[in-house]
């Protein structure tokens, strides 16, 4: 996978693997969860009091799910422009975008992590789960932080004025 | 008309005092998912910190579990708990001990 940032343009990621693209095109179902233990840490509590988690449940809950949807609703229209030529994938995530990947990359992660129970353990040593669909649930949640890092990294070095090209 | 009872006024205006004068604490709780430089990346864009003190309460949030991140009136904490939430990083509305 590299990245490439061009200069008041898109964040180009090219040399995909078909598997790990087809990892990424995962991430909005995955962020639009149902299951209640994964809702609880998107939506969790403000703490405060009565009156502000009553406020909360009322208010803000409502902005957050569409700030939250509007960050996979960004991530939706780049992925709908992956190409996919000689066994590899490519794809631009547009300048506006950036924030809502962070977003979105990082409600996935904790969406798997909740949903699948992962221990802190079992997140240091992968070795240690034995059922496939946790051991798949982690290596998208280690995809996703991998991304993370890089994005974060890219975005560094852009409001610093440098001119990345990073391969992993 | 009845005059309304002094000891109840008292008591009254003491708890509004209570709420008006004291600080709210923003903290930031550790989280096994949250990556240490998105942590640091969202303090700096919330709070308009610097790269080290974003660092220093992602630390102190990494090793003893939870950070002080703001304190102030009630109205911006509850502010910054929101944007806090909107990155995805645990954080709650305490009363700031006086």
Known sequence: MRFQLEQEGPLRVTEVDPVEMEFLMQIPGIARTEDPAAKARIFASPGGDKELEEDWEAFVRPELEEHFEGALEAMESDLAGVRRVKGTASFAIEPGHWEHWLTGLNQARLVLWAEHRLTDSEMIEESEIADPQRATALFAMNLYGFLQEILLRVLGEAESGEDPEIGG | ?98
């Open chain 2, 1 to 98: 008309m009845a005059l309304a009872d002094p000891t109840e006024q008292t008591q009254v205006l003491e708890r509004v005092a209570d709420q008006v004068d004291l600080p709210w604490n923003v903290v930031a709780h550790n989280d096994p998912v949250n990556l240490m430089s998105y942590v640091t990346r969202v303090f700096q864009k919330v709070f308009g910190y610097s790269k080290e003190r974003a660092r220093k309460h992602m630390l102190e949030v990494h090793h003893r579990g939870r950070s002080v991140v703001w304190t102030g009136m009630r109205e911006p904490a509850e502010a910054y708990i929101q944007k806090l939430h909107g990155h995805l990083i645990l954080a709650t509305l305490e009363r700031a001990e006086r």
